[in-house]
């Protein structure tokens, strides 16, 4: 399977075209809908709970955005989908709603959130949602074994691995040192089979971004990017933008 030529075909809005200065939330259905009318793919985020379901939502604890706090993965889907959002009357989707919204009509760019504990379980609920849905979409994470679960569980669903230079700044700490090492340099490639990769916009060129595309023959997407200098480096060292912040011409 090669990535599809759709993935690169048009900018994707990172977390939907939102703008919170109007009231449109990342990841809400406002910003999926701008999207939408926008013509742009859209890149979202997937989170477990409590039960077994995928929430569109990327951080992993309530707050940043939200009222309340606590982990979504401590809440059932029916307790987040209560809980009420800052600067917005919208609530929380499920990929389920996600993909009734979208309705097929631009593609989706679905990274899955890992607590790199090995649990599978957000590859199977996506894997059982997306086999009920036609539209064009493809999965991808920064942790290589869920790469490798998308591999597994839904070998027929492009997949993408989601990296970039170096794993030292302070996101990364929680993983042990083994785990960081082992997400450098796309060295799980021959293991995961990655479609296409998504690299950091920042810390482009780099090597390994550089042979998959290359060599391989797999499309990169970079992100996230915010400025024309952002834009110039991913137009000149990628094939398609993971962007927010501002609208792409047409």
């Not at 920042?202 to 023959?217: C, S, V």
Request: glycine share 8%; net charge neutral; hydrophobic share 40%.
């Amino acid at each position: 399977m090669r990535a599809p030529a759709w993935l690169t075909a048009r900018p994707v809005a990172h977390r939907g075209l939102h703008d919170i200065s109007r009231g449109i939330v990342e990841n809400m259905p406002g910003a999926v809908q701008a999207a939408i009318a926008g013509n742009f793919s859209i890149e979202v985020d997937i989170q477990l709970t409590a039960d077994g379901e995928a929430m569109v939502h990327h951080d992993d604890a309530l707050g940043r955005l939200t009222e309340g706090s606590g982990l979504l993965l401590e809440k059932t889907a029916a307790e987040l989908k209560a809980v009420k959002f800052r600067n917005t009357g919208e609530r929380m989707m499920s990929l389920g709603d996600l993909c009734t919204l979208v309705a097929g009509r631009v593609p989706l760019v679905i990274e899955v959130k890992s607590h790199f504990d090995g649990d599978r379980k957000l590859v199977r609920r996506m894997a059982e949602v997306l086999s009920a849905y036609s539209g064009p979409a493809v999965g991808m994470s920064f942790d290589p074994d869920q790469v490798l679960a998308l591999r597994e569980i839904a070998p027929n669903l492009p997949r993408g691995i989601v990296a970039q230079r170096t794993y030292d700044d302070d996101y990364w700490k929680k993983l042990t040192r083994e785990q960081r090492d082992s997400m450098l340099y796309l060295r799980h490639g021959f293991r995961t089979r990655p479609h296409f990769v998504a690299f950091w916009v920042n810390q482009l060129p780099a090597p390994a971004p550089w042979i998959a595309r290359n060599l391989f023959g797999r499309p990169l997407l970079t992100w996230t990017v915010r400025t024309p200098e952002q834009r110039e480096r991913a137009a000149r060292y990628a094939d398609q933008m993971i962007f927010e912040g501002f609208v792409p011409e047409s």
